[in-house]
């Protein structure tokens, strides 16, 4: 079974621009989770999608968005891009939107803003 | 809130010897689930180990290992004979239950094996 895709894997974008990252969960699971990691702030959650709906949302501001579509598949975009927004985004999937599952991760999409 | 303390940043071993990471975790719910991940240099995260708060059995799985102790709000790792395959950054997390669902993870330990 394939695990998690993400595109792009890398990605070089300057300020101000927006970008958008895609993520293909593991066929069959329905949840999918984005996580952003920087070597001062560590791993953090951004939000978490199930069945089309957001289910929950972390601290980052409103520049972070997601969606997410009738096939699992997953979006996160960042407008207005700043500096700081350089990191290793991660998209997560498990089988069903239940703090028990395991989360399986992608590769990433690394994102400089130049 | 909940908060996941790894206060071991780095640690190197040589080949053969064991290692325990250690994970401290904080939260106000009385069921929520621990992790283990780990993040090989390729970037990506890999699962080693659920454990939800009523099972406090310890677990052995080949040369991996973890202790779980309520009383002490701890989730050690131990490595035994680690190989230089070992080397990676190693991630506790913790994951509540209603507003605390979120996966919180640790700063992470980034364990280096000498061959």
């Known amino acids: 079974k394939a695990g998690v895709t993400q595109t792009p894997r890398y990605l070089i974008k300057t300020r101000g621009q927006q970008v958008t990252l895609s993520c293909s969960p593991i066929s069959g699971h329905r949840s999918v989770s984005w996580y952003q990691q920087t070597p001062g702030q560590g791993l953090q959650f951004l939000f978490e999608?199930?069945?089309?709906?957001?289910?929950n949302k972390g601290n980052f501001p409103g520049r972070f968005s997601g969606r997410q579509f009738s096939n699992s598949r997953s979006e996160m975009n960042v407008s207005t891009l700043e500096l700081g927004d350089s990191a290793l985004y991660l998209c997560?999937?498990?089988?069903?939107?239940?703090?028990?599952?395991?989360?399986?991760f992608g590769p990433g999409t690394r994102l400089t803003v130049l | 809130a909940q908060k996941v303390t790894q206060a071991q940043t780095e640690i190197s071993v040589v080949e053969k010897e064991d290692v325990t990471l250690d994970c401290v975790y904080e939260t106000r719910d009385t069921t929520y689930y621990l992790f283990w991940y780990k993040q090989p240099p390729s970037g990506e995260l890999v699962f080693l180990i659920r454990r939800n708060s009523f099972d406090e059995q310890n677990e052995i799985s080949g040369r991996y290992s973890w202790n779980f102790q309520k009383s002490t709000s701890s989730f050690n790792f131990t490595i035994t004979a680690s190989q230089v395959v070992d080397s990676a950054v190693y991630f506790c997390?913790?994951?509540?239950?209603?507003?605390?669902?979120?996966?919180?993870f640790g700063k992470g330990i980034t364990l280096s094996v000498r061959p």
């Open positions: 997560a999937s498990s089988l069903v939107n239940s703090v028990y599952n395991e989360q399986f």
């Open positions: 997390a913790l994951r509540g239950t209603g507003a605390n669902s979120k996966l919180t």
């Open positions: 999608y199930f069945s089309e709906t957001q289910r």
